[in-house]
């Protein structure tokens, strides 16, 4: 089982959608959760990053971890056609070092 | 704040050729991790060097694969012989002191790899 897993999708939604995006992870030691955003042919940069259960809300952007359920969600409301990009979620540990990534999924926003 | 070099971007060579990977942090981070990076796949981890000191490689395939981190700045990643199932992206990431509980990590556009 990966640490991380990832509906690779890919999705495709009009401007303006809300996108929902998704992970689940299968350690439980895990509390803090990331989502990256990868343009294509670029390197993964951080869009947010959230500690243990809760939502967080940056601009457009609204990441949910539930614990309990193991469940990590990025939501994007009101998308834009620069919001097309391959979105990663990442989980860790505390004291660990190493993010595990999921697979990601490739987001693609119609004007 | 210039970001991460990575060189070169693209190579292309035949299985059991040797090839490697130049790695340049943002200046001050401490903290650098070589990612491999396959189609359609997240980001691996292959190895993390703290200042020129290694954190983590048990995920390296040490049978071919060496990375070092020569007076903790720049990095080479290299692979002697490599193999078909290595062609992938291979991307450079630094990081913050103060900041491993954020998972921020700055990463570069990557040194896309092709075996034949």
């Known amino acids: 089982q990966k640490e991380v897993e990832q509906d690779p999708g890919p999705l495709s939604v009009p401007e303006g959608a809300i996108v929902s995006l998704n992970c689940t992870y299968s350690?439980?030691?895990?509390?803090?959760f990331m989502w990256y955003r990868q343009y294509s042919r670029k390197g993964p940069e951080l869009l947010m990053y959230?500690?243990?259960?809760g939502n967080k809300e940056d601009g457009r952007f609204t990441a949910q971890v539930d614990k309990s359920s193991k469940y990590i969600s990025l939501f994007i409301r009101d998308s834009q056609p620069s919001d097309s990009a391959t979105y990663l979620c990442a989980s860790m540990g505390p004291g660990a070092n190493n993010l595990f990534f999921g697979t990601g999924t490739r987001l693609t926003v119609i004007p | 704040e210039a970001g991460v070099a990575q060189s070169p971007r693209y190579k292309i060579i035949e299985k059991r050729q040797s090839v490697a990977f130049w790695c340049n942090p943002i200046s001050g981070h401490a903290t650098l991790y070589w990612y491999q990076q396959i189609l359609g796949q997240g980001p691996k981890l292959l190895i993390q060097f703290q200042n020129n000191g290694v954190v983590d490689d048990s995920q390296l395939p040490k049978d071919r694969f060496s990375a070092e981190r020569l007076k903790g700045v720049d990095s080479t990643l290299k692979i002697q012989p490599a193999k078909l199932e290595d062609s992938a992206v291979y991307l450079c990431?630094?990081?913050?002191?103060?900041?491993?509980?954020?998972?921020?990590?700055?990463f570069g556009e990557g040194s896309r790899l092709t075996v034949l």
């Open positions: 990431a630094s990081r913050r002191a103060g900041t491993a509980n954020t998972g921020e990590l700055f």
């Open positions: 959230t500690y243990s259960s």
């Open positions: 350690n439980s030691a895990f509390q803090y």
